[in-house]
T-cell receptor
């Protein structure tokens, strides 16, 4: 079935550094792709999404582009802040189109 | 609207006991999903409802698990004869049928089976 693989963490960056978290997918058909974020002690929140090839999702300075040719949806941010410290999950819609299949998550720690 | 709510937030039980969790979705959302998340892993899909109909179940949902959504609003997830391997965070999400629907997650119920 549809699945994602994301880079393992933890990732530690200094404030204002550039962030990339890699996510690649395997899928049949045309899944939608998502990045969710889980801040410490909080629930999962949708960060951004893209529903078709070449779409770019963006929110709060984060961006990810749906690349069909490389089956990727890498998350980027030009300048991270301490408040971005969280666990980031890449996900895609399942073969049925309803459920989400998640990666294992990448923990990000941003230090002052 | 305050989003998806789940109750209880934490549950400790002894092996062999039954537990029931409740999820209240966002009011206009007609799809409701249950996921399970263990430490260090991403959420894993368990089941989903459209209105009151349970339309898909994962093979993770053993016969000790049952979910209902009797009136198409709130949902319950029951685990019978709990085992230590059931210890996890149980997440509920809801969405509205339509283009580019997005699943909104609740805070989860953390279950510990002793």
């Amino acid at each position: 079935g549809n699945s994602v693989t994301q880079m393992e963490g933890p990732v530690t960056l200094s404030e204002e550094a550039f962030l990339t978290i890699n996510c690649t997918y395997t899928a049949t058909g045309y899944p939608s792709l998502f990045w969710y974020v889980q801040y410490p002690g909080e629930g999962l929140q949708l960060l951004l999404k893209a529903t078709k090839a070449d779409d770019k999702g963006s929110n709060k300075g984060f961006e990810a582009t749906y690349r069909k040719e490389t089956t990727s949806f890498h998350l980027e941010k030009g300048s991270v802040q301490v408040s971005d410290s969280a666990v980031y999950f890449c996900a895609l819609t399942s073969n049925s189109g309803y459920a989400l299949n998640f990666g294992k998550g990448t923990s990000l720690l941003v230090t002052p | 609207d305050t989003g998806v709510s789940q109750d209880p937030r934490h549950k400790i039980t002894k092996r062999g006991q039954n537990v029931t969790f409740r999820c209240d979705p966002i009011s206009e959302h007609n799809r409701l999903y249950w996921y399970r998340q263990t430490l260090g892993q991403g959420p894993e899909f368990l089941t989903y409802f459209q209105n009151e109909a349970q339309l898909e179940k994962s093979r993770l949902l053993s016969d000790r698990f049952s979910a209902e959504r009797p009136k198409g609003s709130f949902s319950t997830l029951e685990i019978q004869r709990t085992e230590q391997g059931d210890s996890a965070m149980y997440l509920c999400a809801s969405s509205f049928v339509g283009q580019q629907e997005t699943q909104y997650f609740g805070p989860g119920t953390r279950l510990l089976v002793l």
